[in-house]
Nanobody, 125 residues
Framework: QVQLVESGGGLVQAGGSLKLSCAAA????????MGWFRQAPGKDREFVTA????????YYKDSVRGRFTVSRDNAKNTMYLQMNSLKPEDTAVYYC??????????????????WGQGTQVTVSS
């Protein structure tokens, strides 16, 4: 069992930066691949990025590659999402997720068993 809590969201101007954190409770954190997803109003929840358990393999949605960086510190049971050059279309509730399914890298939501409550990111133009 893994409990996840996101933090770090807020309001930022276009071109600005934010760093999200996802704190996990549970001794098995370091064994789970993890991901960030986001959901804008009226839209489905979409994949943003994923990172393997060891923190050395990452995948990104095309529209965020080069602007967002995912990382994790297994000693601190925390995953991060550094978001730079933010755009208004990045506005959404951001969720972190953990799961041990072999499809974790595909962006398929069903590959993730545990979800946080989400943190709002708003980018003004």
């Amino acid at each position: 069992q893994v409990q996840l809590v996101e933090s770090g969201g807020g309001l930022v101007q276009a071109g600005g930066s934010l760093k999200l954190s996802c704190a996990a409770a549970g001794r098995t954190f370091s064994s789970y691949p993890m991901g960030w997803f986001r959901q804008a109003p009226g839209k489905d929840r979409e994949f943003v990025t994923a990172i393997n358990a060891g923190g050395y393999i990452t995948y990104y949605k095309d529209s965020v590659r080069g602007r967002f960086t995912v990382s994790r510190d297994n000693a601190k049971n925390t995953m991060y999402l550094q978001m730079n050059s933010l755009k208004p279309e990045d506005t959404a509730v951001y969720y972190c997720a953990a799961g041990n399914d072999p499809k974790w890298y595909t962006g398929d939501r069903s590959a993730y068993d545990y979800w946080g409550q989400g943190t709002q990111v708003t980018v003004s133009s």
